[in-house]
Each structure stands twice: as C-alpha cells, then as structure tokens.
C-alpha cells in the first residue's frame, strides 16, 4: 500500500489531519460502537432468558453491561469530533447499520448457541478491538486497551461453555456443533467486505494494521485451532452462505 501514516494523532491534532482520516476514525468508532451496543442487547434480550440457572442469569447481565460500557466508551471519543451517538441506545438492534450484524439478529433458541456466539463473535470483536491498541488515534488506543481484556474475558468464557458442551456429549454436543455450524460464517461476515475501501485506507492512515480480509484469514486460522482443541469439526461453508464472500 505504500508509506504508512505512523505519526500520534491527539483531539487537538486531528483537525490538522485530511477529511480522510477523519472520516475512516469516525466511521471505525461508529461501527465498533454501535456493534458492542448490539452485542449488549443480545446478551440481555437473547441469552439471558435462556440461562440455565441464577449464575449464569449473572454472567449474561454482567457481560451485557461491559458491552454496553464499550459503547459508551466510543461514544465519549466521538462527541468531541462532533459526533451525537445518543439515537443508537433507543434503535432496534435490526435498524442499526454502522454494524449491521446478522449474529445478534438471528433468533437464539438454545443456550449452546449463546456458547457459540461468546465463542466465535467474542474472538472476532477482540481482533478487531486489537487492531485499534496500535492506532494513530491516541485517545482511542487508550480505549482499545481497556476493551481488549474484557473482550478476551468474554471469549474465554464462551470456549468454556463450548468445552462443558463437548464434555457433555450427547445431544448438548450436538446442538453445540450445530450453533458452531450457523454462527460461523455469520462471524465471518463481522468483519465486513474483504474488498473494503475503507479498510484499505485505515491501513494507510495507520487505524488499523490488517485490512477486513486480511484480518479474517488470521481470525479463521486462529478459531480453527481452537475449534479443533476442543474436538468439534470446524464448520465448513460455501462462500453463498457468506454476505460478505
């Protein structure tokens, strides 16, 4: 791609910078909010009626609420740039487009699936939040570190409840193979067009290191191992079942 953009950008430089990169940041910080916001919503609307018992009904609450907190996160570095992120609190989860994700619009309907969204999508949302603790923006890697652990924590947990289901066997397995099996390629999809414009120029402007398709690959070797550790069959898909192939 080129030269590399490399320089610390903070609140009062990035007003020197080109509308180019203000434009990728925002649009980054909007779409990576707006999907922690979602992700909160799932895990109190989707996963918390079908928690088998009091301590998971606390997981999932607790886990909703660090969500929503990263949303807030972003939307503290966005209101000085100008940003007002307050009308995505009050949307339905289907109506927010900076992320649209089919993964927390899909209808759950048992709790292996909540293992697998953890699983898979949790390992996807730390990808991405890693790719911003080395960003030009300042204020945002400050941010991006404070997201990752939790992120890591979430997934962590996921792959937990994946392993009891394997453990399990039986038909707890068999669902659980199945959640893998239909969440996957919508874990994919997260991290949007392979062929991204956006993506590119984030690279360039040093907002990322990887572009969508680039992080993809190394998120699909690194959730084959962990899939394969486990002993579930990592799923195999055609690229018709992807909306971003």
């Not at 434009?23 to 925002?26: F, G, I, P, S, Y």
């Not at 886990?63 to 996160?73: A, L």
């Given at each position: 791609m080129g030269d590399v953009?490399?320089?610390?950008?903070?609140?009062?430089?990035v007003g020197e910078l080109p509308e180019e990169y203000h434009?990728?940041?925002?649009h980054q910080m909007l779409a990576n909010g707006e999907g922690e916001l979602s992700a909160g919503d799932t895990y109190v609307d989707s996963f918390y009626p079908l928690a088998p018992n009091a301590d998971e009904r606390y997981v999932?609450?607790?886990?909703?609420?660090?969500?929503?907190?990263?949303?807030?996160?972003?939307?503290?570095?966005l209101t000085p740039l100008g940003i007002d992120t307050s009308h995505m609190v009050n949307q339905a989860v289907a109506d927010r487009r900076y992320f649209p994700a089919e993964s927390m619009t899909t209808q759950i309907t048992v709790w292996e699936e909540r293992a697998a969204f953890?699983?898979?999508?949790?390992?996807?949302?730390?990808f991405q939040i890693k790719e911003m603790t080395t960003s030009t923006y300042g204020p945002l890697r400050v941010e991006a570190d404070a997201i990752l652990k939790e992120e890591a924590r979430h997934f962590g947990y996921g792959k937990r409840l994946m392993q009891e289901a394997y453990d399990a066997g039986g038909q707890s397995r068999d669902r659980a193979q199945k959640a893998l099996d239909k969440f996957y390629p919508m874990a994919l999809d997260m991290f949007g067009r392979p062929d991204s414009r956006r993506g590119r120029l984030a690279v360039k402007w040093g907002l990322r290191r990887h572009d969508n398709g680039e992080l993809r690959e190394l998120y699909k070797t690194a959730i084959a191992q962990h899939i394969e550790k486990i002993g579930f069959s990592v799923p195999k898909i055609d690229p018709s079942q992807l909306q971003f192939a």
């Open positions: 953009f490399s320089e610390t950008v903070n609140l009062e430089s434009e990728v940041l925002t999932c609450l607790k886990f909703g609420m660090e969500e929503v907190d990263h949303f807030r996160r972003f939307a503290k570095l953890s699983f898979l999508c949790e390992l996807e949302g730390h």
